[in-house]
């Protein structure tokens, strides 16, 4: 699966973004998509999944209540609407699939998107 991610930029804080990451190539067998996010000096973290089945979705305690993800199966698109955004927001945000039921560690997803920026100003 070939994953690009786009809508990230430049905001100040208490802005929102949506980013989108749309899928192509071999998509069958796909179970779940997330988007993780990494900042400089920091480890790679979850921030939401939605599984391809059933829609359910799976937050991080930080952004519960401020983000929401959702997919758009027409255009193999993945959704991530960032509201009330914090200067601690401020990542390289990937989307990932995978093709199991875990979602919250990089090693459950096998493909990776090339990631887009989000920088929130205080």
Same mark, same amino acid.
């Given at each position: 699966? &070939?994953?690009?991610? +786009? ?30 996010? &990494? ?30 993800? +959702? ?7 993945? =959704?991530? &609407?960032?509201? +009330? ?8 945000? =990937? ?7 875990? =979602? ?12 887009? &920026?989000?920088?929130? +100003?205080?």
């Amino acid at each position: 699966v &070939q994953l690009q991610a +786009s809508g990230g930029g430049l905001v100040q804080a208490g802005d929102s973004l949506r980013l989108s990451c749309v899928a192509s190539g071999r998509t069958f067998g796909t179970y779940m998509m997330g988007w993780f996010r &990494q900042a400089p000096g920091k480890e790679r973290e979850f921030v939401s999944a939605i599984r391809w089945t059933d829609y359910s979705t799976y937050y991080a305690d930080s952004v519960k209540g401020r983000f929401t993800i +959702s997919r758009d199966n027409a255009k193999n698109t993945v =959704y991530l &609407q960032m509201d +009330s955004l914090k200067p601690e927001d401020t990542a390289l945000y =990937y989307c990932a699939a995978g093709g199991s039921s875990r =979602y919250s560690f990089p090693w459950d997803y096998r493909d990776w998107g090339q990631g887009t &920026q989000v920088t929130v +100003s205080s």
